[in-house]
């Protein structure tokens, strides 16, 4: 890559280390990417090629994990090779069980990247919507194995399109096949003379219906919310999203409320519960005997919000105050409205549902307030916009297949043979 790149990346990285003396999730990740070679070293079978997935983070990963587990049931054999940048990603998912080594992605210089493919044999590589490393993308072209991005959508805004951006344009091409989200998409790319483009849709979609499909029961949320009124979910929440959502809990006995905080410690799960003037109660905490009895249930575990939006009549997804919002089709597959703050012009699909009249955007406690005072007001308007929402999912299904079989049409993987 070109050496301005390369300092760049060594910035970066000093960055982090600068960043891990008071942040947890940096120490996280310099430790996680310390252990990488030696887990790589333990536990890669090197007689075995590898199908490489990486994901920066959890929500890249949901989008990837549909392909994984389709390729597991095909290709029961496969070795796959799971990497993550975040913390967030890496600590939830270390354990998943279609992954055969799950490391962290080092930091993209020369040398770590030499170092990362000359230990894992490689069958192919597949990034996951916003991961473009130059020096891994370079090398995986220069040793001719095949490349893919899925689910990525562009925008106007980004490096790739800027006049100075030739040099992160040029990573786009060392993809065998890129897989975009949207026709816009493509014709940013084509802007720039890059060819290597399928329109497949976002296999997130994929990803929440089958989790409906197999959404998980919890008796105790079953016993809080049978005979509610109306049950708000609110998942990945940041502070400035509670401070508009608990003051109308709070003043509004008719609702009761379930909260996923995006992330928690002792201390953030106390101060939430400290702001709640009615009853609640920490989800672990909660015996199903006594859950009937709580108004407000925060969920202090992860991985099963997922499942949870189940419960509810109406959803509020996080970061919309902040970096950008969570996941809504998590929500919205369910078939019921959608509330999420402003900052989601990154987010098609959040797009998508404020047009279909499936979710609804707030910039305030007042705004929000007055969205739910109609949606209690207006039942038809609660059960019409639920099933804008459903309808939204329904018809954007279909992307895990797609980049499957163009994937594997040209690739040749032997089935098991009982």
């Given at each position: 890559?070109?050496?301005?790149?390369?300092?760049?990346?060594?910035?970066?990285?000093?960055?982090?280390?600068?960043?891990?003396?008071?942040?947890?999730?940096?120490?996280?990740?310099?430790?996680?990417?310390?252990?990488?070679?030696?887990?790589?070293?333990?536990?890669?079978?090197?007689?075995?090629?590898?199908?490489?997935?990486?994901?920066?983070?959890?929500?890249?990963?949901?989008?990837?994990?549909?392909?994984?587990?389709?390729?597991?049931?095909?290709?029961?054999?496969?070795?796959?090779?799971?990497?993550?940048?975040?913390?967030?990603?890496?600590?939830?998912?270390?354990?998943?069980?279609?992954?055969?080594?799950?490391?962290?992605?080092?930091?993209?210089?020369?040398?770590?990247?030499?170092?990362?493919?000359?230990?894992?044999?490689?069958?192919?590589?597949?990034?996951?919507?916003?991961?473009?490393?130059?020096?891994?993308?370079?090398?995986?072209?220069?040793?001719?194995?095949?490349?893919?991005?899925?689910?990525?959508?562009?925008?106007?805004?980004?490096?790739?399109?800027?006049?100075?951006?030739?040099?992160?344009?040029?990573?786009?091409?060392?993809?065998?096949?890129?897989?975009?989200?949207?026709?816009?998409?493509?014709?940013l790319l084509r802007k720039i003379g890059v060819e290597n483009v399928e329109i497949s849709g976002d296999t997130r979609f994929d990803t929440v219906a089958k989790v409906r499909e197999n959404a998980k029961e919890f008796p105790a949320i079953e016993h809080m919310t049978e005979k509610s009124p109306l049950t708000l979910v609110m998942g990945s929440s940041w502070q400035p999203d509670e401070d508009i959502v608990i003051p109308y809990f709070n003043t509004h006995p008719e609702?009761?409320?379930?909260?996923?905080?995006?992330?928690?410690?002792?201390?953030?799960?106390?101060?939430?519960?400290?702001?709640?003037?009615?009853?609640?109660?920490?989800?672990?905490?909660?015996?199903?005997?006594?859950?009937?009895?709580?108004?407000?249930?925060?969920?202090?575990?992860?991985?099963?919000?997922?499942?949870?939006?189940?419960?509810?009549?109406?959803?509020?997804?996080?970061?919309?105050?902040?970096?950008?919002?969570?996941?809504?089709?998590?929500?919205?597959?369910?078939?019921?409205?959608?509330?999420?703050?402003?900052?989601?012009?990154?987010?098609?699909?959040?797009?998508?549902?404020?047009?279909?009249?499936?979710?609804?955007?707030?910039?305030?406690?007042?705004?929000?307030?007055?969205?739910?005072?109609?949606?209690?007001?207006?039942?038809?308007?609660?059960?019409?916009?639920?099933?804008?929402?459903?309808?939204?999912?329904?018809?954007?299904?279909?992307?895990?297949?797609?980049?499957?079989?163009?994937?594997?049409?040209?690739?040749?993987?032997?089935?098991?043979?009982?």
């Open positions: 890559m070109n050496p301005f790149y390369n300092i760049g990346i060594k910035a970066y990285a000093l960055g982090v280390k600068i960043a891990s003396v008071y942040k947890a999730k940096a120490k996280k990740m310099l430790r996680g990417q310390a252990e990488t070679f030696k887990t790589l070293e333990e536990n890669i079978d090197t007689e075995k090629e590898y199908i490489w997935f990486h994901a920066s983070s959890l929500g890249e990963f949901e989008q990837g994990r549909p392909l994984i587990e389709k390729i597991k049931v095909d290709y029961p054999e496969a070795k796959i090779l799971l990497s993550f940048f975040s913390p967030s990603g890496y600590e939830v998912r270390k354990g998943y069980s279609n992954a055969d080594v799950v490391v962290y992605l080092p930091f993209d210089t020369p040398q770590n990247v030499a170092r990362f493919l000359s230990l894992v044999r490689l069958k192919m590589a597949i990034f996951i919507k916003y991961e473009f490393w130059g020096n891994y993308l370079q090398e995986l072209k220069r040793r001719e194995i095949p490349t893919y991005i899925i689910s990525a959508i562009f925008r106007p805004g980004q490096v790739f399109f800027r006049p100075w951006g030739r040099m992160f344009a040029d990573m786009l091409r060392c993809y065998t096949t890129i897989f975009v989200q949207n026709e816009e998409s493509r014709a609702v009761k409320l379930i909260i996923a905080p995006h992330e928690f410690n002792n201390e953030r799960l106390n101060a939430i519960k400290a702001r709640m003037k009615r009853p609640t109660s920490l989800y672990t905490m909660t015996p199903e005997s006594e859950a009937a009895e709580v108004d407000c249930l925060i969920i202090d575990c992860f991985g099963i919000l997922s499942s949870i939006y189940r419960y509810g009549q109406v959803a509020y997804v996080g970061g919309g105050f902040g970096s950008g919002i969570h996941n809504v089709n998590e929500a919205a597959v369910y078939g019921i409205p959608v509330i999420f703050g402003p900052k989601h012009e990154k987010f098609q699909e959040a797009k998508d549902l404020i047009a279909c009249g499936g979710a609804f955007e707030v910039k305030s406690a007042e705004d929000f307030a007055a969205v739910m005072n109609k949606l209690q007001e207006k039942p038809d308007l609660l059960r019409r916009s639920g099933q804008m929402s459903r309808n939204y999912i329904e018809t954007h299904l279909g992307a895990t297949e797609f980049i499957y079989k163009n994937i594997f049409s040209s690739l040749r993987i032997r089935k098991s043979v009982n």
